[in-house]
């Protein structure tokens, strides 16, 4: 007794100390947010495990989905999406103190966690927002942390989404520009807001491509105590100071404004519901608009918006339009490639030549013509060895440019679009990379010089030449078809003594193949196995008397066999050994027979489902394993020989393998040397359409398998 009590008391110390070891390898919880928010995107892939507090600062959507935790570092919770079990509060709100246990994961800019659990703890105040300016707005440092920005707005508009109100807005904040949500916004009208100086607090997250990097600022608050208009926008937005196009967005001494300002200019081109081209004497401008007002070609308007550098270039953002008068379309101004690409660095030309959204005409060789689908259509032209593409909407009256001929000499009005290379900064004046122009409608292509097509005497010569083919084609079409008539009339002749000589000889020679294979796969097959049983009595008669004769016995039984077998083949051309027997006893009875009395053993297997096969078929497969036997007996020497039956849905198979001598398939002697076995198995199998497979070398035993499709 006390030595069955002394193993559990000597085992319980190692047992503990397994369990403080497994225990010890277990990494502790993480317990704040900045320790997950520091954490490498690898490091935290490997799911961490963590248990926070914090307060809940933002709740994109309502009663689900992600949230942010701030213990003084802020951080976005993630639902987990492969947690069946995960819980959390239906009606979690913003200002609820929390806990909340889950994993790290890498998350798609910063380290996140995905929040299995959710508990609520309490209330407490949101912590305070810190001030940021332009700067912090270039940089994602601040992903999860609660801010505080001013700016003007530039465009707002209001929504509904789940049920709840959004009041979505693009601020600038001295040039930077970003977009802000409040959910569950008051009842405010966007267009009293455009325009307004605003105090914007929120949550700052970070907007960023697939390769985790930062491309610009979104902040979101669920607050609208949040949102404090600091100054009004003015009552009408034509109130604004009016500039030229050139004096958008220049260095001033004061700073510049980020309200709207106001431009006068002539229409030049026009997109509804989406921008328009405005020129003055100075300059021209692209200006973005949601109006939908019609603005054809030489049409005054005045536009007021926010001017803003984008693509090296000066355009004007989130305008609304009015028509002041018209006037005669601007005329274009002629250049050639060289000038866009090639200015003159730091010369007061380059300014003074500023053709970027200008109208321009070029003149250049058509080279193609691309369908750009929805009646767009782009013309590629070779202008001084340069390519300038030409993109023009067809109206619904005429949406074809056929009657261009590519070769043509084409002079092009449209708008020029420059496009600068999007690495800065820039090297003392910027190069444009690219250059395509916008037309307006078919009337700003102009053909200068039509390709050559068909010549007159082209035309004559051409025509001379096919009219002199088609008469040689129809005359030589009547001599052939007489010709055609009496050869095919000779050579059906021909083809049907051929048919009936081969029809007759095939036969006969079939038939004769089939008796030779017959004959050798019965009567030879019984001889030799005739001969083993007489060798084993001969050899058994002085001292197994007894043995003796059953050998003998049996070498009378195989003659008798041998006998039916010949007689059956002289009258049927064939023996059907599966008379009283399928396949598989066929086998089995077989290879009972030829083992008797010998020290080898044959063994039979069957796999897959029996069913009945076709006499045609089963009678050849019995032969073919017959010869088989008798090959492997004769020539391998094998202590084992395997048969093997095998059925399947669309095929039958047998197999026959020993562990015999083996021989070289490749050097296998044949029908030269005396030797059928072999050809004869081929020959069956191409009569049922299967395939045999040979496989064998010496010392390693022969594996025979032949195939039957059903």
């Not at 807001?193 to 990097?213: H, P, S, T």
């Not at 129809?474 to 021909?494: D, I, P, Y």
């Not at 008669?541 to 007689?567: F, G």
Request: net charge neutral; charged share 25%; proline share 6%.
């Amino acid at each position: 007794m006390f030595r069955r009590l002394c193993i559990p008391l000597v085992c319980f110390p190692l047992l503990a100390s397994g369990l403080l070891v497994r225990g010890a390898n277990a990494p502790e919880p993480l317990t704040t947010c900045a320790a997950v928010r520091n954490l490498p995107p690898s490091e935290a892939a490997r799911g961490l495990p963590v248990r926070l507090r914090g307060v809940v600062t933002l709740l994109p959507t309502p009663g689900g989905g992600g949230f942010t935790l701030d213990d003084g570092t802020g951080i976005w919770m993630a639902r987990a999406r492969t947690n069946s079990t995960a819980k959390r509060p239906s009606d979690l709100d913003v200002g609820d103190w929390v806990e909340v246990t889950g994993r790290t994961q890498a998350g798609f800019f910063l380290p996140t966690v995905a929040a299995e659990e959710v508990t609520r703890l309490g209330r407490k105040p949101i912590p305070p927002a810190q001030e940021i300016g332009p700067l912090e707005l270039t940089t994602g440092a601040l992903d999860g942390q609660r801010v505080q920005v001013q700016g003007v707005v530039q465009a707002a508009e209001r929504t509904m989404r789940a049920g709840r109100a959004e009041l979505r807005l693009v601020v600038s904040n001295n040039g930077k520009r970003f977009s802000y949500v409040l959910f569950g916004a008051p009842d405010l009208a966007p267009d009293q807001l455009v325009d307004a100086e605003v105090q914007l607090g929120g949550v700052f997250l970070a907007y960023f491509n697939a390769r985790r990097q930062f491309l610009g600022v979104r902040v979101r608050s669920n607050d609208p105590a949040e949102f404090i208009i600091r100054q009004q926008p003015p009552s009408d937005a034509f109130a604004a100071p009016e500039i030229k196009l050139s004096e958008g967005v220049l260095f001033s001494a004061l700073g510049g404004s980020p309200h709207r300002r106001r431009a006068r200019g002539v229409v030049t081109l026009s997109a509804p519901g989406e921008y328009f081209f405005l020129q003055d004497q100075d300059r021209a401008i692209r200006v973005s608009t949601r109006s939908r007002e019609e603005l054809p070609p030489g049409t005054v308007v005045e536009a007021s918006g926010f001017f803003s550098l984008e693509h090296n270039k000066v355009e004007m953002l989130d305008a609304v339009v009015r028509r002041v008068g018209s006037s005669e379309p601007l005329a274009p101004v002629a250049i050639s490639s060289g000038e866009l690409f090639s200015p003159r660095t730091g010369s007061a030309e380059v300014l003074a030549r500023d053709l970027s959204d200008a109208l321009v005409s070029l003149s250049g060789k058509l080279v193609s013509i691309d369908d750009l689908g929805n009646s767009r259509f782009r013309l590629n032209l070779d202008c001084d060895e340069v390519l300038i593409p030409a993109e023009i909407s067809l109206p619904e009256k005429n949406r074809s440019l056929s009657s261009l001929r590519v070769g043509s000499d084409l002079r092009v009005t449209g708008v020029c679009i420059l496009t600068y290379p999007g690495t800065g900064p820039a090297v003392e004046w910027p190069q444009p990379s690219s250059a395509k122009l916008l037309l307006r409608d078919p009337a700003d292509i102009e053909v200068i010089r039509a390709a050559s097509w068909w010549t007159i005497g082209r035309l004559g010569t051409a025509l001379g030449v096919l009219g002199g083919l088609i008469l040689v084609a129809f005359t030589w079409v009547a001599v052939l078809r007489r010709r055609v008539a009496e050869r095919s009339r000779e050579l059906a002749e021909a083809m049907r003594e051929r048919r009936d000589a081969a029809v007759e000889f095939e036969s006969t020679l079939r038939e004769r193949n089939r008796l030779a294979a017959d004959l050798h796969d019965t009567l030879e097959q019984s001889l030799t196995g005739l001969s083993l049983q007489l060798e084993a009595s001969e050899a058994l008669r002085n001292e197994e008397a007894e043995r003796s004769r059953q050998h003998m016995t049996l070498a009378k039984q195989v003659l008798e066999r041998s006998r039916e077998d010949l007689r059956r083949s002289i009258w049927n051309l064939r023996a059907s050994p599966l008379e009283n027997a399928d396949l598989t006893e066929a086998l089995r009875e077989i290879a009972a027979s030829r083992s008797a009395g010998l020290s080898l053993r044959i063994e039979v297997e069957s796999r897959g489902e029996k069913r009945p096969l076709p006499d045609f078929i089963a009678g050849n497969l019995l032969m073919l394993v017959q010869e088989g036997i008798t090959n492997s007996i004769k020539h391998a020497n094998p202590a084992v020989i395997h048969l093997g039956l095998e059925f399947s849905e669309k095929s039958v198979s047998v197999e026959i393998s020993d562990d015999g001598l083996g021989f070289d398939v490749d050097r296998a002697n044949g029908p030269k040397q005396g030797h059928f076995g072999l050809q004869g198995m081929r020959e069956r199998m191409k009569r049922l359409g299967g395939q045999l497979r040979v496989e064998s070398q010496p010392g390693a035993g022969t594996r025979v398998r032949a195939t039957v499709p059903l």
